[in-house]
């Protein structure tokens, strides 16, 4: 009889704990719900944004600074190198200034950056307007048109607040799972484990979005300005050929090659509609990378 009343005890402690973990996330969730909200005006997506905008844009002054003031860090001076970013970032920056992001395009302090570093195949663009691109990612980008196909992607990210987006996923996440496991007494462990499993399940799809968001987006900025959207999918090709033991898309915040470049030609006639209209562009091809 005195282990059914233990057992009983421990029944009814365990469904006051599960009891309790609901009124929590509840709350949590009503408070996450009137908290900042924005709608990306070209996909019509919601966002969930909890971090003000003049905070993301000084942490990407912040993160610029640092990585110029970084000893490792060479800044090409080299005319070959410099001029065709600048120029296509001229190009993408005027665009940006003239889409449905214009008031951000024209508050944000612009300023583009060459990083002399072959190896690297890597460009960005952060909040408040700083771009960076490295030398390693020209044969990929093969030309001006390549070069606008990268920074059109890259410059949505910061206009979409991508990041600010990211962090307040991330923020979301780890508050919930701390909140869950002190209602549930979780182990260390056991609390590692599911926010392994919440990145997988929950983040990652999240980080696909913005990488699709950015392409479709982008494609459309990089046509406004001048540059031939159908060097996107070239690009994206080259891409894949450089790449091929990536991750799985599934555990990749990144689309897999064969799904963008689908997307890519999906997205085409509008990207292209927009590039008969534009003004066209001057190209060029890029310095060979040693």
């Known amino acids: 009889m005195g282990q059914n009343r233990s057992g009983k005890k421990t029944s009814m402690h365990a469904r006051h704990r599960v009891k309790r973990v609901i009124q929590t996330l509840a709350l949590f969730c009503l408070i996450i719900n009137v908290a900042g909200c924005a709608t990306n005006p070209y996909t019509n997506r919601s966002q969930f944004l909890l971090i003000p905008e003049s905070q993301e844009i000084h942490m990407g002054n912040q993160a610029y600074a640092q990585t110029l003031n970084d000893p490792e860090v060479v800044i090409s001076n080299n005319p070959e190198e410099v001029e065709p970013v600048q120029r296509v970032a001229e190009r993408i920056i005027a665009a940006a200034k003239q889409s449905k992001y214009a008031e951000r395009a024209k508050s944000f302090q612009w300023e583009v950056t060459v990083i002399k570093d072959d190896k690297t195949k890597n460009a960005w663009a952060l909040p408040g307007g700083k771009i960076g691109f490295y030398t390693g990612i020209f044969p990929e980008a093969k ?5 606008a196909a990268i920074m059109g992607h890259e410059v949505v990210h910061a206009l979409a607040r991508h990041g600010a987006e990211r962090i307040s996923q991330h923020s979301v996440a780890n508050v919930g799972m701390q909140i869950a496991a002190a209602a549930l007494d979780m182990k260390p462990i056991t609390q590692a484990l599911a926010m392994q499993a919440l990145g997988v399940g929950v983040l990652l799809p999240f980080g696909r979005s913005h990488e699709s968001e950015a ?3 982008g494609l459309l900025l990089a046509a406004e300005a001048g540059y031939d959207p159908r060097e996107a999918v070239l690009l994206w090709e080259r891409m894949a050929e450089s790449s091929k033991n990536s991750p799985p898309e599934f555990l990749s915040t990144h689309p897999a090659h064969e799904t963008r470049i689908d997307n890519l030609r999906k997205w ?3 990207a292209m509609a927009r590039y008969e209209r534009a003004d066209k562009a ?5 310095p060979a990378i040693e």
């Open 282 to 286: 001057h190209v060029s091809t890029l």
């Open 268 to 270: 085409m006639p509008e």
């Open 215 to 217: 392409d479709y987006i």
């Open 143 to 147: 030309n001006e048109n390549g070069l």
